[in-house]
């Protein structure tokens, strides 16, 4: 799987746009980008997957450029409920069997 | 949506007994399940894969005498983790995507916060 490398933390307010950035340079061709979002002693929660160009779904958008060795999830006007722990991550992933492998992920404290 | 269950979602232990930790698909059918473990403020690691019907592979330095796995049906997975000691305390999760369909984020359970004391 290819290795990501995301900021550890993030701090942001309240009606704000947060964008966090995912660098993967070994990407393969078959990869997928998924972002996942944790919050304190609960198992992650899906929040946005894509291949390319952009994603954007009722939770956030997914940026991913041309040569797919970044991309970038974007949470908009984001709640105080937001401040939770976001993991990028990429794989080959589409199939059942395949294991999903987590990276550092990026904490993000929402402020009032 | 898809919703992956785990029980218990705490328990407490004593030192030397075995705790089982049970996975459930609650309405789709997992062929493969994922067991992970996640100490404080650290991300997740994946401990192992369980098949359906065959032996869970391991990752590496995970033993698997210690943490025995069973996935004996298409929705249910268990983790035990035997003879636990104070440092197998931790918060362990599951994760199991839907076997009958090709597209599919995996859904991961609320986890299980074991103390063992």
């Known amino acids: 799987l290819a290795k990501t490398t995301q900021p550890i933390s993030m701090d942001s307010y309240e009606g704000q746009e947060v964008n966090i950035t995912c660098s993967h340079n070994?990407?393969?061709?078959?990869?997928?980008i998924t972002w996942y979002q944790q919050f304190p002693s609960q198992g992650p929660r899906f929040i946005i997957q894509?291949?390319?160009t952009k994603v954007t779904n009722e939770v956030a958008s997914l940026f991913i450029p041309a040569d797919r060795k970044s991309s970038t999830l974007s949470l908009p006007r984001v709640s105080l409920s937001d401040t939770a722990v976001y993991y990028c991550?990429?794989?080959?992933?589409?199939?059942?069997?395949?294991?999903?492998?987590f990276g550092g992920g990026t904490r993000v404290l929402v402020k009032p | 949506g898809a919703v992956v269950s785990q029980h218990p979602s705490r328990v407490i232990c004593k030192s030397g007994t075995s705790v089982k930790i049970e996975c459930r698909s609650l309405?789709?059918?997992?062929?493969?399940m994922f067991w992970y473990r996640q100490f404080p403020k650290q991300s997740l690691m994946l401990m192992a894969t369980?098949?359906?019907?065959?032996?869970?592979?391991?990752e590496q330095g995970v033993e698997k005498d210690k943490f025995l796995i069973n996935h004996a049906s298409l929705t249910l997975s268990t983790l035990t983790v035997t003879s636990a000691h104070p440092e197998d305390s931790s918060f362990y999760i599951c994760?199991?995507?839907?076997?009958?369909?090709?597209?599919?984020?995996?859904?991961f359970g609320q986890g299980t916060r074991l103390t063992v004391v």
């Open positions: 994760s199991a995507r839907n076997a009958d369909r090709a597209n599919t984020e995996a859904f």
């Open positions: 070994n990407i393969a061709t078959n990869d997928y």
């Open positions: 894509g291949y390319k």
């Open positions: 991550l990429v794989g080959a992933f589409k199939a059942a069997g395949n294991k999903l492998t």
């Open positions: 309405d789709f059918q997992a062929t493969t």
């Open positions: 369980s098949n359906e019907g065959s032996k869970a592979t391991y």
